[in-house]
């Protein structure tokens, strides 16, 4: 028995949510201005059912007002994973300013450590 896919998931639904804002796995060589990037950081499976991952989520936009908007679209979507889908628990961790040090590009950052279960 598999698990969720909890990166691809979160990722084709904020694509849906979000559009027309890119949403990746990992930044590409040419970052567009606007971005909103899905890694699952880490956790494990609890048991043969039921998986503890952590997510993490980067976005960025041209401002810092309008990184923090992405933010909170992306916390809306994030925040009402359903249980029909297989998300048993969203537990937000972080949710804050990440400004890139290199360019000094607006950028937010959003973590979670979800329960999720294959439906």
């Known amino acids: 028995m ?5 990166q691809a998931d979160i990722r084709r639904r904020l ?3 979000l559009a027309p804002v890119e949403v990746r796995a990992s930044v590409p060589a ?10 699952r950081e880490g ?3 609890d048991n043969a059912l039921i998986d503890s991952p952590g997510v993490g989520i980067y976005c960025w936009a041209p401002t810092e007002a309008e990184a923090a908007e992405l933010s909170d679209r992306v916390a809306e979507v994030v925040e009402s994973l359903p249980f029909s889908a297989g998300y048993a628990r969203i537990e937000k961790e972080s949710h ?14 959003l973590s979670y450590t979800l329960k999720t279960f294959e439906p």
């Open 2 to 6: 598999g698990t969720l896919n909890v």
């Open 15 to 17: 694509e849906e949510a």
């Open 30 to 39: 040419d970052r567009p201005r606007t971005l909103v990037v899905v890694t």
């Open 43 to 45: 956790g494990g499976r």
């Open 96 to 109: 804050r300013s990440d400004a890139e040090t290199e360019t000094r590009s607006p950028r937010w950052y």
